[in-house]
T-cell receptor, first 113, second 113 residues
Framework: DAKTTQPTSMDCAEGRAANLPCNHS???????VYWYRQIHSQGPQYIIH???NNETNEMASLIITEDRKSSTLILPHATLRDTAVYYC??????????????FGKGTKLSVKP | NAGVTQTPKFRILKIGQSMTLQCAQD?????MYWYRQDPGMGLKLIYY???????DKGEVPNGYNVSRSTTEDFPLRLELAAPSQTSVYFC????????????FGPGTRLTVT
């Protein structure tokens, strides 16, 4: 499984876009990029995932570089409630996958007023 | 839907005691998981189940046991509690073909003294 590297912490001003980077330079062709977040003392929450195309949902956008070696999670208008630890996870999806997620230490995002 | 529920929320055990952490989901998900999270760290998979009667070990299974007699419930048993098992325990569920889009419960905070 590909290893991911994320900054330990980041700050963002409320109302501005938060751009969270993730490096996964050893990713293989059948591995997806998943993003989760964990608000203090709560269970993790699934945000978004992608393979090679950019993805957008109601929570965030995911931009994956053309060589797939890195990605960026974008929260377009960060609010104080987006303060959390964000995890970038790379996993092989598809038939037979049983969903064992591997969490690193993630990026602690602090949204400031 | 209540989603994934866990009981109890908090528990203090003495060394050598045993207990069962309860997890239930009402989304008819086939897959269920138990993770533990130590302070300042990411989550680690303890056990998982892909359906009633089927369980398998994750990354850190020692000191724990599980059973899955119904689709809804996935209890985690701690035998002979040790201080090293002080942690926050999260249960999660998902459904194929999207096993990595997991729904997490609120967690059980366990202290062993």
């Amino acid at each position: 499984d590909a290893k991911t590297t994320q900054p330990t912490s980041m700050d963002c001003a409320e109302g501005r876009a938060a751009n969270l980077p993730c490096n996964h330079s050893t990713i293989s062709g059948n591995e997806y990029v998943y993003w989760y977040r964990q608000i203090h003392s709560q269970g993790p929450q699934y945000i978004i995932h992608g393979l090679k195309n950019n993805e957008t949902n109601e929570m965030a956008s995911l931009i994956i570089t053309e060589d797939r070696k890195s990605s960026t999670l974008i929260l377009p208008h960060a609010t104080l409630r987006d303060t959390a630890v964000y995890y970038c996870i790379v996993r092989v999806a598809g038939g037979g996958s049983q969903g064992n997620l591997i969490f690193g230490k993630g990026t602690k995002l602090s949204v400031k007023p | 839907n209540a989603g994934v529920t866990q009981t109890p929320k908090f528990r203090i055990l003495k060394i050598g005691q045993s207990m069962t952490l309860q997890c239930a989901q009402d989304m008819n998900h086939n897959y269920m998981y138990w993770y533990r999270q130590d302070p300042g760290m990411g989550l680690k998979l303890i056990y998982y189940s892909v359906g009633a009667g089927i369980t398998d070990k994750g990354e850190v299974p020692n000191g724990y046991n599980v059973s899955r007699s119904t689709t809804e419930d996935f209890p985690l048993r701690l035998e002979l509690a040790a201080p090293s098992q002080t942690s926050v325990y999260f249960c999660a569920s998902s459904i194929p073909p999207r096993p990595y889009e997991q729904y997490f419960g609120p967690g059980t905070r366990l202290t062993v003294t």
